[in-house]
């Protein structure tokens, strides 16, 4: 029982799309995980799109944790790199001088090609959250499918963008579940290490922690999970604690501190584009197309891919197609982006080679909300820092670990607010509709009744011991659960099935997918630390035997 580091061998950190409300135009807002103050949000894109006719020695589709790193390593081997990127680069201030818009005040940068926001917290207090946007590449999209929202970023930096920044490795005897054909030694002693030096993740200073009005509400979460004999731990964050110390100090423009999280961080987090990006930048290899988004991968008579790639306007209008040649193909559009894309090149004939198993195994990580009214002897704080640190580990007895989510609306609410991830077994898959020609997805809502049990599992038995009530007015009328959404797709080109033991696609040479397509469904934690991991290991493998 009782308080973990950050650091044991059990947890090591969070990826997350984490959790948010606020006031004003109030929000709902989840999570989605460097250096002082300047923001380098555009430091890795370089100078000028891709042009059509060029020859590529490889493309990455995406910039999101599993392409940076491919992008990275690709580069230090010797080898010219250009991403593709349908987002934008997210480098520019807006007319308020910054580049990302607040989480409690939504615009046009707020949502992907929206004309109303989708805000994840739907109501607070009787009221509802969403509001008329103008339509625009912002930075979140709400992407729907039969049964379920799933929140992606947007941009370069992909997820790593609007996710809470949670760094958590899962526990080492649970990783033969999640990635059985992989070396649990090579991971725990390699690539995990790597990974968190990689993304610069940092541990919260614990007698700070303990005394910051501005994580009232994680101790708060702490002592009702200690009061019902539940687990705890504390995890690192790929925010820069010592920025938000000089936050709370007045000394820096707030970002963490102003509830920053959902739209992205104006300062303080350490995104991809700070990190992983930022070195590949500057090996002088590796070249950026924000507002460009690959439509078609089909082999070239002259050996390699012929790749159409279409250039966006903000309004998501197409104003360029573009043909280019690229020896290898490195897909890592993100779990759904990736498995939508391979599933539509398999059925149409572009790719017919590809494996049968190619879009299925998909799944929502267990992904459910909820929120806790306390007493009143129990404040969790006006100030509520959005990256959050604990975690509740229930998974052994009752398949759900919970992270302590803030709810930063600028006023005192009573309320505890949490994400959970739980062992749900449910996977779907996705398929082309030709009639529509669009791809599609199987999940099925019910199927969020199981985690919804596991979850209660934690979160019964401390309104139980604490005499306290579910809050009802987050996700509509009356409506306890958020069980409509996940911030944490997983799967659709699973490791081993659709591709090799390394992420090679199955009935093709030079085709890979390196992002959370290969992790079938679910990490037991957030996994963005975890797909950095696998990237950074099977990355090693193929510039080894395969350039």
Known sequence: MGHKTQCDKGFTGISRRAFVAGTGSLLGAAALAGTGVAVRAGAASAAGPVESGAQLQALVIGTGYGGSVAALRLAEAGVEVHMAEMGMAWDTPDADGKIFANTTRPDRRSYWLRTRTKQPLSNFLGFPLDKNIPRYTGILDAEEFSGIIVYQGRGVGGGSLVNGGMAVTPRRERLGA??????????????????????????????????????????????????????????????????????????????????????????????????????????????????????????????????????????????????????????AAGSVGTSKLLTKLRATGALPALSAEVGKGWGDNGNVMCGRANHLWDPTGSLQASMPTLGIDNWDAGGAFAEVAPLPTGIETYASFYLSITDTPHRAEFSWNAAAERVELSWQRAWKQQSVDMAKSIFDKINKKEGTIYRTDLFGTYKIWGDHLTYHPLGGAVLDRATDNWGRLRGYSGLYAIDGSLIPGNTTVNPFVTITALAERNIEKIVATDL
């Not at 090579?186 to 303990?210: H, I, K, S």
């Not at 009702?224 to 110390?245: I, K, Q, T």
């Open 178 to 331: 999640i990635l059985p054909t992989v070396d649990a030694g090579e991971m725990y002693d390699r690539y995990y290490p790597r990974a968190r030096a990689g993304l610069e993740v940092n541990e919260v200073d614990t007698a700070w922690w303990e005394s910051a009005d501005c994580y009232k509400y994680a101790r708060v979460g702490r002592k009702h999970a200690e009061r019902s004999g539940f687990p705890y731990l504390l995890v690192p964050n790929v925010y820069d604690f010592a920025y938000m110390r000089q936050e709370e100090a007045g000394s820096v423009p707030r970002s963490a501190l102003d509830g920053e999280i959902l739209y992205g961080n104006n300062h303080g987090k350490r995104s991809l584009q700070k990190t992983y990006l930022a070195r590949a930048r500057a090996t002088g290899r590796v070249t950026v197309s924000p507002l460009h988004k690959v439509t078609s991968v089909t082999p070239a008579s002259g050996g390699g891919y012929t790749v159409v790639i279409e250039q966006l306007d903000t309004a998501g209008q197409r104003v360029a197609t573009k043909t280019v040649t690229a020896q290898r193909v490195f897909f």
